[in-house]
């Protein structure tokens, strides 16, 4: 015990977590978590306590962590010798169409996460639930767009939702293999505002961390469904709520995808709810466009 608390003490940040993470996941994702945050709210004071004085160690806890880590890479090897997603090659290539997230029970909503201007100090609110008969996922709560004082914040009034990143045995990074579909299918019920829809990847270099591609969703309101279908051609990239000059189509392989969410902030105080039957992909046959935006080289040869 004394020797992994040396361990801790000493190693660099990023060594801690790629060597450490696998093993002592749960023990770690608080201090983690609050390691890798890159916000502190303007005017507040740094914590005093290292991330490792935190830690509860239990060698119980360890094993058992150890013993799920390893019948996760069973089954992962299992699926892989099947073939791709643990379906047959043949099925996979004539997939059409596909349920990527339906939302059942408690356990659908698990996996997704939601937040709002209030981790930058605004007063937006947003909550998660199951909708009606267990059918639906409901989102809901009230924008505010009151900025926050402490003389640094210029605008607030955002909530969101977003699925949880994959992860794999050993605390591996998965990624999502959609090449095979073109567009994004959703069965949405809302209140008439607009969402945008995000796409977020994992970037290669760090100053690609707010990368993100996005693309609107508009609901009517009303009783009614409605079935909402978004090619991926039609998704942009932005960084930190700007449009980029050098846009480029989305990497829908498994080298670059990592979840999806959406986001509201229309700027409109007030309440808000939309209510998700489900997620899914469909290859659309007849969509045949690649990309719908204009691409230049930035400073071509002359």
Not at 104 to 125: A, C, F, T, Y
Not at 136 to 144: I, R
């Amino acid at each position: 015990m004394a020797l992994t608390v040396t361990f801790l003490n000493s190693a660099g940040r990023c060594c801690r977590h790629n060597v450490l993470h696998p093993l002592f996941g749960p023990l770690l994702s608080d201090s983690m978590s609050k390691l890798y945050s890159s916000y502190r709210r303007p005017g507040s004071q740094p914590e005093k306590k290292t991330s490792w004085q935190n830690i509860d160690f239990s060698f119980k806890k360890g094993i058992d962590v150890l013993k799920t880590q390893l019948s996760m890479l069973k089954k992962e090897t299992e699926d892989y010798l099947i073939g791709p997603g643990g379906h047959p090659f043949s099925q996979y290539l004539l997939e059409q169409t596909r349920v990527l997230w339906e939302f059942r029970s408690q356990e659908d909503l698990n996996k997704w996460v939601i937040s709002s201007d209030v981790e930058i100090g605004g007063k937006s609110e947003v909550y998660l639930k199951l909708g009606r008969n267990n059918q639906a996922a409901l989102l809901y709560g009230t924008l505010n767009t009151e900025v926050p004082r402490d003389g640094e914040t210029k605008y607030s009034g955002y909530c969101s939702m977003r699925a949880k990143p994959p992860v794999g045995s050993f605390a591996r990074k998965k990624y999502y293999d959609w090449s095979n579909f073109n567009s994004l299918y959703l069965r949405v019920r809302g209140d008439g505002r607009p969402w945008m829809v995000n796409i977020y990847t994992d970037p290669y270099f760090s100053h690609q961390k707010d990368d993100l591609y996005n693309y609107f969703m508009f609901t009517r309101g009303g009783p009614y469904w409605e079935e909402i279908k978004i090619p991926f051609s039609k998704f942009f990239l932005s960084s930190r709520g700007r449009v980029q000059d050098d846009q480029h189509p989305i990497w829908l392989d498994k080298a670059s995808f990592l979840t999806l969410g959406f986001t509201i902030g229309d700027k409109v105080d007030g309440p808000f709810q939309l209510e998700i039957d489900f997620i899914g992909l469909l290859n659309d046959r007849a969509h045949t466009e690649e990309f719908a935006y204009e691409t230049y080289e930035k400073n071509p040869p002359v």
